[in-house]
């Protein structure tokens, strides 16, 4: 009796029927009947005059696992897992863009320098995104446009154009032949980690781009008009955000749609938006306009 009783105040023990349903997959029937048929033990708990059950996290699984199976069990365990480590993230990510903001005040003041351009909110506009993508499986790519008025400052817009080609080309995806040689070429000319402008010349980033632009040359009709065909998206990426770097016309809209190409992704529900795998690329633009703020100030 003891050690039952000391379960029930174990953290972790035990659950709500309303985490049971949501977590685990069943349905109110099932908790009820397995209660009255003994199974399940309970304590009838009430909260803002709301009556929930208290549940045995143990009985709980192996209800599930004696119903569905022990792998429908597994699966929801990381499911349910997920989605926590996911909330943790969010948490995390405001948790971080806060204090780098705070950091960068802080040393202002005691440097004694004056500050560069106030903070946007634009990482928090985007970290917004990547909320609504894991909250409703979807969102549009005009969400982005956000970005437009933060490139319009000072070098942020070649910087923004040398980072996604950056990430592009460091992308872990397997290719041969001409492609694998000119994603070799933009890893030695980008490297791998966020930079600000190139150290190579100029002419070596236009070779480069001249190259990546007469690979995928090819253009075939659709409908009344003419559209290029992409192989390879991740050496189109370089060679968009090297035509970006080098113009002295590019405008914010360009960038806009430089990170619209580098986070959309196809989803058979959807269609192209922004889904899945957008919302760690999301996260890793919010890195690099953290790191460009920091630097500016």
Same mark, same amino acid.
Do not use: H, M
């Given at each position: 009796m003891d050690d039952l009783d000391s379960e029930w105040?174990?953290?972790?023990?035990?659950?709500?029927?309303?985490?049971?349903?949501?977590?685990?997959?069943?349905?109110?029937?099932?908790?009820?009947?397995?209660?009255?048929?003994?199974?399940?033990?309970?304590?009838?708990?009430s909260m803002h005059g709301n009556p929930? =059950?208290?549940?045995? +996290? %143990?009985?709980?699984?192996? &209800?599930?696992?004696?119903?569905?199976?022990a792998k429908h069990l597994k699966d929801q365990q990381a499911s349910a897992e997920l989605a926590r480590t996911e909330q943790e993230l969010k948490r995390l990510s405001k948790q971080v863009a806060a204090l780098e903001k705070q950091k960068s005040t802080l040393t202002a003041n005691l440097e004694g320098r004056p500050r560069g351009p106030a903070p946007t909110g634009v990482p928090e506009k985007l970290l917004r995104i990547v909320d609504e993508i894991r909250e409703q499986g979807w969102?549009?790519?005009t969400r982005l446009t956000a970005l437009k008025k933060w490139l319009e400052t000072g070098h942020r817009l070649p910087a923004f154009a040398i980072?996604?080609?950056?990430?592009?080309?460091?992308?872990?995806r397997?290719?041969?032949?001409?492609a694998a040689d000119l994603l070799r070429r933009a890893r030695e000319l980008l490297g791998d980690q966020?930079?600000?402008? =190139?150290?190579?010349? +100029? %002419?070596?980033?236009?070779? &480069?781009?001249?190259d990546l632009r007469s690979f995928q040359d090819e253009h075939k009709k659709v409908g009344l008009g003419v559209a290029r065909v992409i192989k390879n998206r991740d050496l189109y990426l370089v060679e968009q955000?090297?035509?970006?770097?080098?113009?002295?016309?590019?405008?914010?809209?360009?960038?806009?749609?430089?990170?619209?190409?580098?986070?959309e992704h196809y989803d058979p529900h959807h269609g192209t938006g922004l889904s899945g795998p957008s919302r760690a690329r999301?996260?890793?633009?919010?890195?690099?306009?953290?790191?460009?703020?920091?630097?500016?100030?």
């Open positions: 105040q174990r953290k972790g023990a035990t659950l709500s029927d309303k985490t049971a349903r949501k977590e685990l997959g069943l349905t109110q029937d099932e908790i009820v009947e397995a209660i009255r048929a003994g199974k399940l033990q309970c304590q009838i708990c929930w =059950l208290r549940l045995l +996290r %143990r009985e709980v699984e192996a &209800l599930v696992k004696d119903k569905r199976g969102a549009n790519q980072f996604i080609a950056t990430r592009a080309a460091n992308r872990k397997k290719a041969t032949g001409q966020p930079q600000l402008r =190139l150290a190579s010349p +100029r %002419r070596t980033a236009q070779r &480069l781009f001249d955000g090297l035509d970006i770097y080098l113009q002295r016309s590019a405008l914010p809209a360009d960038g806009y749609r430089l990170a619209a190409s580098f986070c999301i996260r890793e633009i919010v890195q690099f306009i953290n790191l460009v703020e920091e630097q500016e100030r």
